[in-house]
């Protein structure tokens, strides 16, 4: 069964971090790209970042560069999305997804899989 499960969310006040996880059954992670994406009440889905099976990164926003990063960690199949410098607006649901294709995209319709999300609040 391909499964995702995500953890590591919480309260944080703003300037904080975080570092979430998503932690895949089912494939081998490291042979595929993953997205992260995040969601607020009553707004779009929207993605975050991806990592590429080869390694690379892919930030969608300018306001997410410099303070979100994605990392790998193959022996627990296993990818981190380190969040810092968190402000009121990041708040929201964050998910990790697998696409179609092993391709990232910025569409959350090419990914196929997805974890059930968790929880990043930013407050003071």
């Known amino acids: 069964q391909l499964q995702l499960v995500e953890s590591g969310g919480g309260l944080v006040q703003p300037g904080g971090s975080l570092r979430l996880s998503c932690a895949a059954s089912?494939?081998?992670?490291?042979?595929?790209?993953i997205g992260w994406f995040r969601q607020a009440p009553g707004k779009e889905r929207e993605v975050v970042l991806c990592?590429?099976?080869?390694?690379?990164?892919?930030v969608y926003a300018d306001s997410m560069k410099g303070r979100f990063a994605v990392s790998r960690d193959n022996a627990k199949n296993t990818v981190y999305l380190q969040l810092n410098s968190l402000q009121p607006e990041d708040t929201a649901v964050y998910f990790c997804?697998?696409?179609?294709?092993?391709?990232?995209?910025?569409?959350?319709?090419?990914?196929?899989?997805w974890g059930q999300g968790t929880q990043v609040t930013v407050s003071s």
């Open positions: 997804a697998r696409p179609a294709g092993s391709l990232c995209s910025r569409a959350a319709v090419y990914y196929e899989y």
């Open positions: 089912g494939f081998t992670l490291g042979n595929d790209a």
């Open positions: 990592i590429t099976s080869g390694g690379g990164i892919v």
